[in-house]
């Protein structure tokens, strides 16, 4: 549903549970240099959740949804993540 490109990392939102084998649930980082190896990024969607929207700015991932958390943090709908997963 969305793409974010930041440096070399590819930000994806959509309606998945899985990207390049590893679990991930609605939002995932992908390694553009070459490798395209999915990232360790992970923001802990739940399972019923999926992103919509992306935009990075600072090194910070603004992902629009149907979610009410990212884990363990509530969050309706919106939410900022750093580089490390982690809602800000």
Known sequence: ????????????????????????????????????????WNPGLPSYSYGYALAVNNGLVCAGGSFDKLDPQPALNLAFIDSSGNVQ
């Open 1 to 40: 549903r969305a793409l974010a490109l930041s440096g070399t990392t590819m930000y994806v939102a959509g309606d998945f549970t899985t990207v390049g084998g590893q679990v991930r649930r609605g939002l995932a980082a992908v390694d553009t240099a070459g490798t395209g190896a999915v990232q360790t």
